[in-house]
C-alpha cells in the first residue's frame, strides 16, 4: 500500500502513477475537514506571511486564548481551561500528571482493548501485549478494567487509589466499542463519589467526529479532562489540546513560581493556534457534525444492507462517521480451513488481505483497528460525499463476497504469506 501520492484534496488521494484513492482512514481520524481544506490552507498561508510572533516563549500568545475560548464553549460542562501540546501521546501525559497533582493520589485506571498512545505513560494505559513488550517496566500503580463493566470498575474504583479513569467515551482501536446507554453517566458517577477524575480520550472520538463536539456529549458526561488531537489542526500541523475543570488546572499552577512546571516548547505555537481555529471555523461553516451523522446513518444503512447473509460479518456499528465493520470466523469448512490457516500465520492475517484488496482492487485505503484485528475501522473525512459512500458500499460489498467464496482471496493470500515467512 506504499505508493506514492501527487495531491491529496477532500477525501480523494490522487498517486503518480494516475491513480485515485478514496480515503476512508483518514489518516486515524486526522482529515476530519478533508485533505487540505483551502481554507485551512489559506489561513496557514496568511498566518506565514503576517511574519508574527510564532514562539516568543515570554509573551501571553492571543491566538491560543482565542482557540482555548473556542475549545472551552464546545465543551461546555466543567470544562474551563486548556493546555495545549503536540501529540495525543503527550495530552495523556499531561493528563496523568494533573491528575496526580489534583488527588495526591498516584493509581491510574483505564480499560481493556484501550489506545492512548505509545508515549511511557500512555502506553501504561494502552492495553496489549504488541504495544507494551521490551519496554517495560512502564508506571506502576495502574490496571485495567473491561469497557462496560460498572461492577468492575465500582470495585476498583472503591480502593480511592485511583487517580483518574482514562476512557475513551467510544473505544475506537478497541473495535468501535459503543458502551451501554447509561454506562459512562454511571461510571461518572463512580468517579465523583471515590474523588477520581475522569479523563476522556476523545483523541479520535472528538472535533464532531461522532456528530457532536465531542462522544463524551452523546452520552450526557461532563469528564473533568478531555484530551483533544488529530482532527485539531485539520492535518497540517501536530497539535493537541488537554480542556480541564479550573480547579484541575489550579492544582498544578498553585502559585507565580510553579507558573511553568508544566510546559512544552511547541505548546502554543501560532501555526498550530490559527490551525486549530481555521478548522473549528471549517466544521461549524460547513455544518460537518450534522452531517456526519446522517451520511453515517445512512452508510450504515447501506453497509447493513449490502452484507446481509454474509455469514462472516457479525456486526456493522457506529455512530456518526466513526464506523466499525466487525468480522468473524466462518462456519462452512470450505472457508473455516484457509480462515484458521491464516489465523496461524497472524492474527490480523485476514483483516490486512480485506484491507490491502480494497485498496488494489478498488481504490480504497482503510485499517482494521489497531486492538482488535478483526473490526475493519470506517472513518472517512466528514466531508466525503453520498456518491463516494456508496462507492465504498459496493467495494465493501466486492471483497466480503470474494471471502465467502474458497478461491483467489484466499490462495493468493497464503502464497504472498508463506513467501513473506520464507523471506
Ligand atoms: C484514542 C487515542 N488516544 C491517544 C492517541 C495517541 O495520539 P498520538 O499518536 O498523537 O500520540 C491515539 C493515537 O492513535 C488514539 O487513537
Not at 473505544?171 to 463512580?190: D, F, M, N, T, W
Not at 508544566?262 to 473549528?280: D, P
Request: aromatic share 8%.
Amino acid at each position: 500500500m506504499n505508493v506514492s501520492y501527487e495531491c491529496c484534496l477532500g477525501t480523494e488521494l490522487y498517486t503518480a502513477d494516475g491513480r485515485r484513492i478514496l480515503d476512508f482512514l483518514s489518516g486515524y481520524c486526522v482529515h476530519n475537514i478533508g485533505h487540505n481544506h483551502p481554507t485551512l490552507v489559506s489561513a496557514l498561508k496568511a498566518e506565514l506571511d503576517k511574519t508574527g510572533p510564532v514562539m516568543l516563549q515570554t509573551n501571553v500568545p492571543e491566538l491560543a486564548g482565542e482557540l482555548a475560548e473556542r475549545l472551552c464553549g464546545l465543551a461546555g460542562g466543567r470544562i474551563s481551561k486548556v493546555f495545549f501540546a503536540s501529540s495525543g501521546s503527550e495530552g495523556i501525559e499531561t493528563a496523568i500528571k494533573f491528575a496526580r497533582a489534583y488527588t495526591g493520589r498516584t493509581g491510574l485506571l483505564a480499560c481493556e482493548r484501550a489506545f492512548h498512545g505509545l508515549t511511557c505513560g500512555a502506553l501504561s494505559l494502552t492495553d496489549g501485549e504488541y504495544w507494551r513488550k521490551g519496554f517495560g517496566p512502564l508506571l506502576p500503580e495502574t490496571a485495567l478494567v473491561p469497557f462496560g463493566d460498572l461492577n468492575a470498575l465500582e470495585k476498583e474504583l472503591g480502593s480511592e487509589r485511583y487517580a483518574a479513569f482514562f476512557v475513551e467515551p467510544i473505544q475506537s482501536e478497541g473495535g468501535v466499542q459503543i458502551p451501554g446507554e447509561h454506562y459512562l453517566r454511571k461510571a461518572q458517577g463512580l468517579c465523583r463519589r471515590t474523588g477520581t477524575l475522569m479523563v476522556a480520550d476523545e483523541v479520535q472520538t472528538g472535533m464532531f467526529r461522532t456528530g457532536p463536539f465531542l462522544a463524551s456529549h452523546h452520552f450526557d458526561i461532563q469528564p473533568d479532562v478531555v484530551v483533544l488531537a488529530k482532527a485539531l489542526s485539520g492535518g497540517l500541523v501536530p497539535v493537541s489540546a488537554v480542556l480541564m475543570s479550573d480547579d484541575v488546572h489550579q492544582s498544578v499552577f498553585t502559585s507565580f513560581k510553579r507558573s511553568i512546571v508544566h510546559a512544552s516548547t511547541f505548546s502554543e505555537n501560532s501555526l498550530s493556534m490559527r490551525a486549530g481555529l481555521a478548522t473549528l471555523n471549517v466544521l461549524q461553516s460547513e455544518r460537518l457534525g450534522e452531517r456526519a451523522i446522517e451520511l453515517g446513518a445512512q452508510l450504515r444503512e447501506q453497509l447493513t444492507e449490502a452484507l446481509l447473509g454474509y455469514e462472516m460479518v457479525k456486526d456493522i456499528r457506529g455512530k456518526g462517521m466513526l464506523s466499525g465493520i466487525e468480522f468473524t470466523a466462518p462456519q462452512r469448512l470450505t472457508l473455516r480451513v484457509p480462515f484458521e490457516a491464516f489465523a496461524k500465520i497472524h492474527a490480523a492475517m485476514f483483516g490486512q488481505i480485506l484491507v490491502m484488496r480494497l485498496f488494489r482492487d478498488s481504490g480504497i485505503l482503510t485499517q482494521i483497528c489497531g486492538n482488535n484485528f478483526m473490526v475493519l475501522k470506517v472513518a472517512p473525512p466528514l466531508v466525503a460525499t453520498a456518491s463516494q459512500l456508496a462507492e465504498f458500499v459496493a467495494a465493501v460489498r466486492r471483497v466480503v463476497d470474494l471471502a465467502h467464496h474458497p478461491g483467489p482471496f484466499w490462495s493468493e493470500a497464503l502464497g504472498l504469506a508463506g513467501r513473506a515467512l520464507a523471506s
